[in-house]
Every structure is written in C-alpha cells, then in structure tokens.
C-alpha cells in the first residue's frame, strides 16, 4: 500500500494553537483521571459495591467493572469519531465531555451497597459504561484537532494527548496520596474516595465552556462532508491503517495500566503505605507531563520512529527485571524508581505516538480510524490490564507475572512499528 499524502495546514500564530491544546486535551485529562482515580481507589470501591468475602475477590470484581467499561469504547469511538469526521472536530468534543460529566456524577453520588443492594453496583457500571461511550470519541476527534494544526509539528502539537494522561497521572496520585497520608481507612472507605470525582465533576464545565468556542480544525473546517461514510470508508478501504494504529499503541497502553496497578501491587502484595506508594506515582505523572512534549517536539525533528523503536525494545527487555528488584527489595525507593524509569521509557515511546497513529488515516476518515483503533486496543490490551495482572498472581503465585504480560505485548507494538515504515512510510 502506498503511505497516505496529508495536505499540509500554515502555520498558525498567536495564542490560537495554546487554545486548541487546552481545548483537546482537557477532555482527555478529565477522562484518564476518572480511570485513574478509579484504579487507585480500587479498594475502597470494592468495599463499597463489591462487598466479598475475600478482599482479592473483591477487588478482581472491581478492576472487572473497569475493563468491562472499556468494551463500549470501540462503538463510541466509531459513532462519535464518525460524527468529527462528518461534521467536525469540534462538535463531537463538545458531546464528549458533556457524556463525561454524566458518568462522573453518577460515580461521584452513587449510594453504596449497603444503601441500595445491588442498584448501587448496576449504577456504577452504567456510570463506566456512560464515561467509556464518550471517552471512545475522544481520543480521535482530539488527536486530530491537535495534528492539523500545523503539518510541520504534528509530532510537538499531537503529544499533548499523552502529555494530558500524564497531567491526569499526577492530579489523581496527588489526590490519592494526599487522602490516603490525612484520612483514616475508615474515612477513606466512608467518603474520602468521592472526593476526586467530585473534583472531576467540576472541571467539566470547564472543559465545554472552552471547547465550546475553539476554533474548528483547518484539514475539515468548511469541508462538505454531509454525504460521507466514513465507517464504510474505514473497513473497505484502512484495515492497514487499523492494524498499524493499533499494533504501536499496544505496549503503551498495558505499560499505563501497569503503572497505574503498581501502587495496587506495592500495597496489596508488598505490604507499603498507600501514602507513598502513590507518591511513586505523582513523580512519575510529573514526567510524563513534562517529558511527553519535549520528545514530541524531537520527532518532528529527528523522526518518530528513530525514538520509538528503541524505547519499545527497551520496555520489552526490562520490565521483568524491574519487577523482579521490586519483589527482592520491597520498599518506597525501588518503587519510586522503577516506576521513574518506565515513565522515562513510556514518554520516549508516546511522545511522537498520536502522530504516528494519525499518519495511518486521510483526513476523511482519520477520527473514526484514530477513535476505533484506540479503543479497541485499550479495550483489549489496557482495560483488562489491572484484572490480568491481579489474577496472573492469584493463579501462578508469582508477583513477577505483569511483568512477563508487557514483555509480551512489547513484541507486538515492535512489529507495527515496522509495519508503519513498510507500508505507510511513516518515519
């Protein structure tokens, strides 16, 4: 197949592209800090609509209402990335956080178990559900906001979308280290984990007043797109693109989730206070915020895949010793570092990633494709993640067994990698 021709949008000037980044990624930053606060307060969600016998059952139930969240994903990401191919960026962002902040009220106010029996666990997955529908359309109808912009900065523009999970990283281990350090267990369980949620409640007004008066995207604004169909245009035409989306995204998307677990990991299995174990993770949002759009910006000048290969063979090669000096020395500091360390590894490798994904796609299709290939891969390789990994350990006994599933998955996003050079020319 020959690599896709992208037209080339000015350059803009002012403070309009400063705008347009806050505009699209502030729905993302929302969103991964609902998933983020959910997985970090997995415990205390458990016992409050999950209630088991056995706490390990408990919170599998729990992380398993999180990855079934994610099964919705893909068919929002097809509706709703269809819909920005269609009418626009800017309109479908608008939807989003608007089904956003639905779901993350219903979580924020949901009575407990002990309240209502069973409603209490259906309402909390209709919220996940609610929140995984909206956040399908997200990521691809704000990733392509961000990459034509400026033709010649895709890669600088296109990393604030990780960069803003790595913002959400460190909102929601601040949260969880803060709590954890002030209230009790019983505070904790009671009411201290709404508290986040209702922070997130709040910023999605904030998030629609924004995007609600950006500029719309240069590639699509005034573009007669009535009669498209960009689903059909998608799986008649870029099941190439599909799997050279998916496949380089694979081994991000299980590394985000293991560092989000890590803390579970240092708590449950390790013995750690809660207080530092999410400490370990606010240092590690910081560098994803701050390093995401540095290595960014390099790609544009460098080449995206002379970073990315290298860091995806590194992620692959040592996560499993990693793992392996954590369960040997079980303390704050090899936590902290380890999880320093495949911050590092994670912001080299997406840093110029959205912009990868984005050059497997013409514009035409580019949000439904972007928006389908995400989710389906986060549904797959990300939103099980968590349940994997508890229940890799449950089974084998082994503490060391995530670290096997990412040395896995590693390959995968190695051969994608390869693939978009081959058949995209994506360099």
Do not use: C
């Not at 056995?54 to 990335?81: A, H, N």
């Amino acid at each position: 197949m020959p690599p896709h021709t992208h037209p080339v949008p000015p350059a803009r000037t002012g403070p309009r592209p400063a705008r347009v980044i806050v505009a699209a990624t502030i729905g993302n930053t929302l969103e991964w800090f609902d998933i983020a606060i959910y997985a970090l307060f997995a415990i205390y969600i458990g016992r409050n609509f999950f209630p088991a016998a056995d706490p390990g059952v408990e919170l599998v139930q729990t992380f398993g209402v999180f990855g079934v969240s994610y099964l919705i994903r893909p068919l929002g990401g097809l509706l709703l990335g269809s819909y920005a191919d269609r009418k626009g960026r800017k309109k479908a962002l608008v939807q989003t956080i608007r089904l956003m902040v639905v779901g993350t009220a219903m979580i924020a106010f949901m009575p407990t178990y002990e309240s209502i029996g069973v409603l209490a666990p259906l309402g909390i997955i209709v919220a996940r559900l609610i929140q995984g529908f909206a956040a399908g359309g997200e990521f691809g109808a704000a990733t392509s906001l961000l990459v034509e912009q400026n033709g010649e900065r895709r890669g600088f523009l296109g990393s604030f979308q990780f960069a803003s999970q790595g913002l959400a990283t460190l909102l929601a281990a601040g949260f969880a280290a803060g709590l954890t350090a002030v209230l009790s267990d019983a505070d904790m369980t009671s009411w201290g984990w709404r508290v986040p949620f209702v922070f997130g409640l709040l910023v999605g007004p904030v998030g629609y007043v924004i995007r609600r008066y950006v500029d719309e995207s240069p590639a699509v604004a005034g573009r007669d797109t009535g009669n498209a169909s960009p689903v059909r245009e998608l799986f008649r035409q870029h099941w190439g693109g599909l799997l050279i989306a998916g496949g380089v995204l694979v081994v991000s998307t299980a590394l985000n989730f293991i560092l989000q677990y890590l803390p579970t990991f240092g708590i449950s299995e390790l013995g750690l206070a809660p207080s530092l174990s999410y400490v370990a993770l606010v240092i590690t949002g910081a560098i994803l915020t701050v390093v995401t759009p540095i290595v960014g910006g390099a790609s544009d000048r460098f080449g995206r895949l002379r970073i990315m290969l290298p860091s995806a063979v590194l992620i692959g090669v040592s996560v499993v010793p990693l793992f392996m000096w954590l369960i040997a020395v079980p303390s704050f500091a090899t936590l902290a570092a380890m999880m320093v360390l495949l911050g590092l590894l994670k912001a080299l490798y997406f840093g110029a990633l959205p912009s990868v994904m984005a050059d497997a796609f013409p514009v035409g299709a580019r949000a439904t494709g972007l928006s389908f290939s995400y989710n389906t891969t986060v549904a797959i390789f990300g939103g099980f993640t968590p349940t994997i990994a508890a229940a890799l350990i449950a089974a084998t006994g082994q503490q060391v067994s995530p670290g096997y599933y990412l040395f896995a998955v590693s390959f995968v996003s190695i051969a994608a990698l390869l693939g978009a050079v081959r058949f995209r020319g994506i360099r």
